[in-house]
Nanobody
């Protein structure tokens, strides 16, 4: 069982930065892939970024490539999402999720555990 808690969301102006954290409980967290997803009002949940258990592979959605960076610190059981050059269209609730397949996925239905989400609002 893995319990996930996101933090770091907030209100920021366009062009600004935020760093989201996903803190996990569970001794085997280091063997899980972790993904970040987001959901804006009236829209479906979409993939943002993922990281394999080792950090060796980090796929990104085209919409955030070059602006967002995912990383993990397995010693701290934490995954981060550094978000730079934020745009109003990045406004959404951001969720982290854990996949017991260590290679991860860009598909939300593959993830077994989800956090409660953290709101990110980017003003123009």
């Amino acid at each position: 069982q893995v319990h996930l808690v996101e933090s770091g969301g907030g209100l920021v102006q366009a062009g600004g930065s935020l760093r989201l954290s996903c803190a996990a409980s569970g001794r085997t967290f280091s063997t899980y892939a972790v993904g970040w997803f987001r959901q804006a009002p009236g829209k479906e949940r979409e993939f943002v970024a993922a990281i394999t258990w080792s950090g060796s592979r980090t796929p990104y959605a085209d919409s955030v490539k070059g602006r967002f960076t995912i990383s993990r610190d397995n010693a701290r059981n934490t995954v981060y999402l550094q978000m730079n050059s934020l745009k109003p269209e990045d406004t959404a609730v951001y969720y982290c999720a854990a996949d017991d397949d260590p290679l991860g996925s860009t598909f939300s239905h593959n993830y077994e555990y989800w956090g409660q989400g953290t709101q990110v609002t980017v003003s123009s």
